[in-house]
């Protein structure tokens, strides 16, 4: 489902993000990756979206060759990726329907499909009766619910998280986490960075670990450090 | 399709409402460059409608009686003719006066309908060898005493004056309507620019969910463009205004005869107003277009 061959990715001012990194995930995977800040976790998740073009090596998304990929192919590309992050990216004037709406909408998916697809999304992530509020009226781990509704309402292939429980506490984080976890058991790729010791050691699944973008370790059902 | 189109005009709606100060200020400086732009060609349509009986170097015009006589016309035929002062002059038969006179007249059909092309005079339109004041003036007077002549028109100082007044009129009306066509394209470049600012949130989540970059643009260039539309929209009437209160100023005053041909009908007046609104839609298209090429990353 996703594989990285050589990819190296430096940033202005010498700045190595990701050196030399390959890896290959399968299609149903969940994968961690850990590492301190800086040592490019993100960029790996940003990589895989196209919001960054690796400087060297190849990378491949759902069958297709990101880097080389023309610019207006990336929305295709991004309609089989759904993306969660640390701080929720709602829009705050639109309610919790309208949020996860929004998502389906802008790629122009008609209402008809909007109006079954979200109902069921909301009821799958626990907040139909919540439908009609606005963000700021809901919690932390109730936003980040309604974020994942938003990336997973076009039932991606793959699942970007970058650092989904970074704002949450230990409680909340294991809800958001049961959740993430539902989704991979349907058969969605989730790829997920974190700082989260307690996570990451409870789920005993394959972890990554980056050190100063260099790929330390990498093995199934493995822990933090 | 249906879904999307009413999509587009939500969003393109809620950004100029929610812009209203700056979307204001971009519409009337579209209206106001517009109609200078408009009165501009209003004025030269005029002027050139005014003395379209004086173009190409005619100097006097001598109409003669609609009841003068073969002979009395063969005589000043042979004058034009023969006379060295005379480098040339083309005759306007009864007919042809008509028309001029239906084409000059078109927006007062009943004026039209009050004349026939029977009791039209036939008129020499004349260019003198020696265009000077003086000459053209005593040469008028010697044709208006030939019988059959019913009155000699000149083309005297004060209507080469108002000529090219009206033509420096409109040149700096137009100067001054391309300036401020430019500083409607920037403020409409502005006001989309302001609005792409307030929506970046929104903007960020649609590119991440794959929102292709046609879909992000469309409601932005389609608020610039309604800007430029409903300004040139603005300008229709101010147009009418300048037709049938400023340039009707001109008509009646009795001071200048040939000043009742300063009419412009509303039909050039209509065709005008479509160029507004295809200048409006047009500036306020490229000025979108940039500051989305400028400011949207997509």
Redesign the interface.
Known sequence: MIRLDGVSKVYKGDVVALRNASAEIQRGEFVFLVGPSGSGKSTFIRLLNREEIADEGRITVAGKDVGEMSSWKVPYLRRQIGYIFQDYKLLPKKTVFENVAFGLEVIGRPRQVVRKQVPAILELVGLSRKAERLPDELSGGEQQRVSIARAFVNRPLILLADEPTGNLDPGTSVGIMRLLDRINRSGTTVVMATHDRGIVDSMRRRVIELDRGVIKRDESQGVYE | ML??LW?YSRETFVSLWRNLSLTMAAILTVAISLSLVGSSLLIREGAARATAQFQEGVEFIVFMRADATLEQDTAIRTVLDTSPAITRYTYVDKEAAYVEFQQLFSDKPELVESVTAEIMPPSYRIVPANPETGNVAEMARQFGEQPGVKEVATATDAIRQIEDFSNRVSQALLVAAVVLVGVSALLILNTVFTAIGARR??I??????????W??RIPFMLEGTIHGLIGAALAVPALFVVDHRVLAYFQESDAVPLFRGFAVPDGFVWDTSIWLLVIGGVVGMIGSAVAVTRYLDV
Do not use: C
């Not at chain 2, 960020?204 to 970059?213: H, Q, R």
């Open positions: 879904y999307r999509y949130q929104e960020e989540v649609m590119k991440l969910v794959g929102a292709t970059n879909f992000i």
